[in-house]
């Protein structure tokens, strides 16, 4: 009972330094989304997909790339790593016959 | 577009007692879904109970409950009988039920919630 899987759990990069942060989900959901989680701000979207090959910009999707080639799979990429985006990140991942949404636990990220 | 807002940044409560968590929403759809859910020092996001907009029955979960008033755009969530393991941050959130580019969760900034033993 995976549900949403989020690897690395921590990462600390350095400016300019590009990573990929990994979310698999195993309950054939076809809607996943990446949040940025900042200190007193709640929880912003970054990029969602609405099934395999469909993405699109949430709020605040500067700085980050999305690809969702399988139902499974939605990995964030982050390029030339600022510290501005030194944050907790959050996949989720939700379908229209269920309400909710569920969540991965979450990767720390500091940019130094 | 749906804004969430909370009004508390921070709460305290005594153990065994009684709190309200207040939470307001800004939209134009009339069917909707409402969320609160709660996040541990862990970091884990955990659904706490859930409100379809169409229902007027408010939801209630064990000790929680909401007072769910649809035209005031107002969702708050009370706890009772606090516990220890109570104690995180809580997230109010929006949902549309249209599908697409609509079905994305809204956010409010949260609260966070001390419990005292």
């Known amino acids: 009972n995976a549900g949403v899987t989020q690897t690395p759990k921590f990462r600390i990069l350095k400016i300019g330094q590009s990573m990929t942060l990994q979310c698999a989900q195993d309950?054939?959901?076809?809607?996943m989304y990446w949040y940025r989680q900042d200190p007193g701000m709640g929880l912003k979207l970054i990029y969602y997909?609405?099934?395999?090959?469909?993405?699109d910009k949430g709020e605040v999707p500067n700085g980050y790339n999305v690809s969702r080639s399988t139902t499974e799979d939605f990995p964030l990429r982050l390029e030339l790593a600022a510290p501005s985006q030194t944050s907790v990140y959050f996949c989720?991942?939700?379908?229209?016959?269920?309400?909710?949404?569920?969540f991965g636990q979450g990767t720390r990220l500091t940019v130094v | 577009a749906q804004t969430v807002t909370q009004s508390q940044p921070e709460m305290s409560v005594q153990e065994a007692e009684t709190v309200t968590l207040s939470c307001t929403y800004d939209?134009?759809?009339?069917?909707?879904?409402l969320f609160w859910y709660k996040q541990p020092p862990s970091r884990q996001m955990i659904l706490v109970i859930r409100?379809?907009?169409?229902?007027?029955q408010n939801a209630t979960e064990n000790r929680f409950s909401v007072n769910f008033q649809k035209a005031a755009k107002s969702f708050s969530l009370k706890i009772s009988d606090s516990q220890l393991g109570d104690a995180a941050m809580y997230f109010c959130?929006?949902?549309?039920?249209?599908?697409?580019?609509?079905?994305?969760?809204?956010f409010g900034k949260g609260t966070l919630l001390t419990v005292n033993p």
């Open positions: 989720a991942s939700g379908t229209t016959g269920k309400t909710e949404a569920f």
């Open positions: 309950m054939n959901h076809n809607y």
């Open positions: 997909s609405v099934g395999a090959g469909i993405t």
């Open positions: 939209t134009s759809e009339s069917d909707y879904y």
């Open positions: 409100q379809e907009a169409y229902k007027q």
């Open positions: 959130a929006y949902r549309s039920p249209s599908g697409g580019s609509n079905y994305k969760l809204t």
